[in-house]
């Protein structure tokens, strides 16, 4: 829950002008907007790394602000566009969300995840990757970010961008997962692409660090503007895209 939340980065301009948004538990819920209409804040205000100037953020009714660094770390899982992998196996680094998973259980989050096939390729959990994965492509990289938040199994999960700038079939695939994770988790998923979140039980439509509006995929392109625009917008874009290809 978020009421009333204000926030500005410096003293000349609100970045978010009194917000508020309910997310229920276990319900898949996306925020919308265009760049800079405070979307990303509000994931970094969900997670503690910066405090609202005024407002309040309750999870599961107790105020953020008294929840603990270590149990907000066990309640809500973090995937952005920029994951952070450190210079070791692929094993290592997984383990850093379940210490004691086993071989067995890594594999198939691996999976789900649809990067399995590639680590086979490679050399199995013991594949090296560089520092924040640079040997891997954005799609792989992604997937194994994935992989890794799945076996964190938090009651919360906020997906800030998670599939920007990677492939259309790791994008596919990154959000048949999410969408599955969405049925017993709550699910947060920040995306400027509108597409990706068009069955969520709820969108929250920003516009210049407002509320333009809230509801289903359906019901925003009859009563948001700002939603409406956006959408007709990206369908003529991805429309066009198609007919380039085709000729």
Request: hydrophobic share 40%.
């Amino acid at each position: 829950m978020i009421r009333d939340l204000h926030f500005s980065y410096t003293s000349d301009r609100e970045v978010l002008k009194g917000i508020s948004l309910t997310i229920p538990k276990n319900s898949f819920v996306g925020i919308v907007g265009e760049s800079g209409s405070g979307k990303s804040t509000v994931a970094s205000l969900l997670m503690g790394r910066n405090t609202p100037q005024d407002g309040q953020i309750t999870i599961d009714e107790h105020t953020l602000t008294a929840v603990s660094e270590d149990s907000l770390l066990q309640t809500v899982t973090y995937v952005g566009l920029g994951s952070v992998f450190f210079k070791g196996s692929v094993r290592d680094n997984l383990l850093m969300a379940a210490p004691d998973a086993s071989d067995e259980t890594l594999w198939d989050v691996l999976s789900d995840c649809g990067i399995a096939g590639f680590l086979q390729s490679e050399k199995g959990l013991d594949t090296m990757l560089l520092e924040n994965a640079g040997n891997l492509s954005g799609g792989q990289k992604q997937r194994l970010a994935l992989a890794r938040a799945l076996l964190h199994d938090s009651p919360v999960y906020i997906f800030d961008e998670a599939t920007s700038n990677i492939d259309v079939e790791s994008e596919e695939a990154i959000l048949s997962v999410i969408k599955k994770l969405a049925r017993t988790k709550t699910v947060i998923m920040i995306t400027h692409r509108l597409a990706n979140v068009t069955d969520a039980d709820r969108i929250f439509c920003l516009a210049d660090g407002e509320v333009a509006g809230s509801g289903t995929h359906e019901e925003l392109l009859v009563s948001c503007p700002a939603y409406a625009a956006l959408w007709k917008t990206q369908k003529e874009l991805e429309d066009f895209g198609k007919e380039t290809v085709l000729q």
